[in-house]
């Protein structure tokens, strides 16, 4: 229809392994998923932003990019506090052209990504261990906070990251 008004930039891989036994190839793939597509889309939309006035861009990070993380998992973790990054980078960039870059940090959600998790109860007690609210988001929970970010509520904020984290990054 000749124009965009909205960005939701949502992808997510990872290579759930220590560090010294990831391959380049799988390292690259995470970063291509999780960070370079998300720059990719962002740069695509941009024009046709600028064109219409202005526009919203919510990335989709991780607490994980803001945090050390609780199990080996360099390469998702480095893609994400990339997409941190990048999302401060492109609202100093495009505020001028009213366009508005921010993105959401989610703790884990039950989704296909982080099945491994939930379907272990080893791993899911010491990740409820860093939830203080003792209860994580679910997909509704990140997609109200998506929709604030894209609403006029939120015409005055650009750059910010928004963690939907149940209180695991005030530990």
């Given amino acids: 229809f000749g124009g965009i008004d909205i960005l939701i930039n949502n992808a997510g891989r990872a290579a759930r392994k220590p560090a010294t036994d990831l391959g380049l190839d799988e390292w690259q793939d995470v970063m291509n998923v999780n960070l370079t597509a998300t720059f990719i ?5 941009q024009p046709y932003m600028k064109a219409r006035g202005g526009g919203s861009i919510v990335n989709v990070a991780s607490i994980m990019g803001l945090s050390g993380g609780l199990f080996p998992n360099a390469s998702y973790q480095a893609s994400k506090g990339g997409v941190v990054n ?3 980078a492109l609202a100093l960039e495009w505020a001028s ?3 508005r870059v921010n993105a959401v940090a989610p703790t884990y959600v039950s989704t296909e990504l ?3 998790v939930f379907s272990n109860p080893d791993l899911l ?3 409820m261990q860093h ?3 003792g209860r994580l988001p679910d997909a509704d929970d990140v997609a109200a906070a998506i929709l604030f970010l894209c609403s006029a509520a939120a015409r005055c904020i ?3 990251v928004l963690p939907i984290d149940s209180g695991y990054l005030a530990r």
């Fill in 41 to 45: 889309c962002s740069r695509t939309a």
């Fill in 86 to 88: 990048l999302t401060r």
């Fill in 97 to 99: 052209d009213n366009i």
């Fill in 114 to 116: 982080t099945a491994p």
């Fill in 125 to 127: 007690s010491t990740v």
């Fill in 131 to 133: 939830t203080p609210l």
């Fill in 158 to 160: 650009t750059g910010v």
